[in-house]
């Protein structure tokens, strides 16, 4: 009878857990609902101001692709800067962000712990801040170099203010996994330091890389801040002649700008994402 009771008492309770609270499942639901309206809700008005220009007077008659045709027509010159600025800054942060993590985590370095603090500074810092900085660090002649107005001035604070991140998310991937066993376990084997480095350590990081990559690339796409205190007139990011159109009035056609710039990204992130769902030869973790 014991057992019996058992059985019973252990499918009432399996039935419970598979039927939910209808209450908390409406609670849980809305909640969900409610923040993709919050976070849909202003690419919508933006999309809608992108076909209409205002939403004053009647909707339907003031419907019109005039806007997409005038950013068309306009060129794609600050697209295709904002695009080159976003790659090279990916490929800068991989290049510095993942040796400067590693070397951070790896080895028992004096004030190893400060040095990570000042890794995250730029992320803490205003932009306002880092554009001021970077204007006088680098944006006045200094040595016989001058970098004001330059596309390398933007570049150089693409990097300071994204390869933060890049460091963070690599050092988290790192921390995920015992990788200094498996370093071990290849150099035992006879493989060098570069071996393990790019044949072992790599591919086990490689999706914390992705991550910091897709990252950076978008917040590179989409930096403000920074850019207002460096960039040149004549060179000028998409996110900078966005601004100067809703400055200007032009509300219609930096909508459509605005739409065409939220998905070049989405594209682009669904790319980078799709990429790092390709499976790279893996060794075990020991």
């Avoid at 919050?38 to 008659?61: A, D, Q, R, T």
């Avoid at 989409?222 to 032009?250: H, Q, R, W």
Wanted: net charge negative.
């Amino acid at each position: 009878m014991a057992t019996s009771s058992e059985g019973v008492y252990m499918t009432e309770y399996a039935s419970s857990r598979r039927t939910p609270n209808v209450l908390g499942s409406l609670f849980f639901y809305s909640v969900i609902g409610i923040t993709i309206l919050f976070i849909l809700l202003p690419i919508l008005v933006i999309l809608l101001y992108s076909f209409v220009g205002s939403l004053s007077g009647n909707l339907l008659e003031s419907f019109t692709f005039e806007y997409y045709r005038e950013v068309f027509d306009g060129g794609f010159d600050p697209l295709i800067l904002s695009l080159q600025l976003a790659i090279a800054t990916t490929i800068l942060d991989v290049v510095i962000g993942v040796p400067a993590a590693y070397t951070l985590d790896r080895y028992d370095i004096p004030f190893a712990d400060r040095l990570r603090d000042i890794t995250i500074l730029p992320m803490a810092i205003p932009g306002i801040v880092l554009g001021i900085a970077i204007v006088r660090t680098w944006g006045v002649p200094k040595f016989g170099v001058d970098l004001s107005g330059t596309v390398l001035l933007l570049l150089i604070a693409h990097v300071i203010f994204t390869v933060p991140f890049m460091i963070q998310t690599t050092t988290s991937a790192l921390q995920s996994i015992d990788y200094q066993a498996l370093e071990e376990t290849a150099q035992n084997l006879g493989a060098s330091w570069s071996q393990c480095f790019i044949h072992v350590l790599l591919p086990n990081i490689y999706n914390g890389i992705l991550s910091g990559a897709i990252l950076t690339f978008a917040l590179s796409m989409g930096e403000f801040n920074i850019t207002l205190f460096v960039y040149n007139p004549t060179d000028k990011t998409l996110p900078i002649e966005m601004f100067g159109g809703f400055t200007t009035s032009a509300v219609g056609q930096a909508s459509a700008l605005s739409v065409v710039f939220v998905a070049i990204i989405i594209v682009s992130l669904w790319l980078m994402q799709y990429l790092g769902e390709q499976d790279l030869p893996k060794v075990a973790n020991v």
